[in-house]
């Protein structure tokens, strides 16, 4: 059976340990494996969260963006072994918490093309967490913060007590308005929290995803935040599939760097039900297959998430795919 592996990130200082202690101090938790990495030659953290996870293991010194594609492969492997010998307790998921520099999309990456990993572990949820105080200024001028923010499937507020109301709401509209995922205070997560520790885009977030979509409701003209963009497509008559597996595949090859998140609700022909999609930089999941429409509303909508990629290109390119890739209705192309 594949093990989750669920993913903490957030810029410095946002409180990624304490939020790990706190999730870690409840007893049923000890079917879980924690990797912390740090950045610096002392690590710290780990010791930190000994307390309440006394089999963290710290990955090497190293940023994850640059370092952790053999790190973590290797981390995992180990983690497979020893517990295959009976040196550690059995574990059902993996929580890997990141530096405060990291970008997800190469994690992401390595569990997708790592074909030692792939089948035992898979993507669980992505955790970012967003330290309130300091959240303008660091969109502002540090481009991890936009591609953790980007990659998330949960979004934590932290330090809430240290703004006001007004501000929070404020915080909460600009990260919604880069990624529809849920927005929670990191004041009402409990230990043991199952919303932060499920099993990601293979049980039932299917269903929640898609609720968002119908209410994150799509727009024609691209919203800017700072250097990104939030790129919104729709089409309303089915996609030809493997014309579409082939426009996105080479879009995210040429501009992967470029598209911090894409996500998509499509309608694909001989398909009575949809499609879901989201994919990270170069690294796009699994499609999941939906069992039924969520509603009457049957358009295929995409959302992209830019930074330094012209919105206008992107929509051109999908224009002249859909003109010519669709499929063909009443002998005309769709």
Known sequence: MSIALNVITGFLGSGKTTLLKRLLSDENMGD????????????IDHLLVEEVAPDTVLL?????CCSIRGELRDALSGLLERRGRGEIPAFRRVILETTGLADPAPILATLNNDPHLRGRFHIGLVVTLVDASHAEMQQRLHPEW??????????????TDTVSPEQQQVLRARLHSLNPAPVLDTADIHSGDQLLLGEGLRSAEPAHEVAR???HR?????????????????????????G???WLSML??????RILRVKGLLNVNNSQAPIVIHG??????????????????HTSRLVFILRGLDADQLRRSFTVFSQSLAPMTNGAAA
């Open 32 to 43: 879980t494996a924690l990797l912390i990495n740090e950045f610096g030659d002392v690590g």
């Open 60 to 64: 090497p010194s190293g940023c994850v």
């Open 146 to 159: 936009l591609a953790q923010v980007a990659a998330a499937d949960r979004l934590l507020i932290s330090k």
């Open 213 to 215: 979509w119908q209410l």
């Open 218 to 242: 799509v727009q024609s003209t691209p919203a800017r935040h700072g250097d990104a963009q939030v790129c919104c497509l729709t089409f309303e008559r089915p996609l030809d599939w493997i």
């Open 244 to 246: 579409f597996g082939v």
């Open 252 to 257: 995210l090859r040429c501009h992967g760097e």
């Open 280 to 297: 990270v930089q170069h690294c796009l999941h699994a499609p999941v297959h939906l069992p039924a429409w969520p509603s009457d509303d």
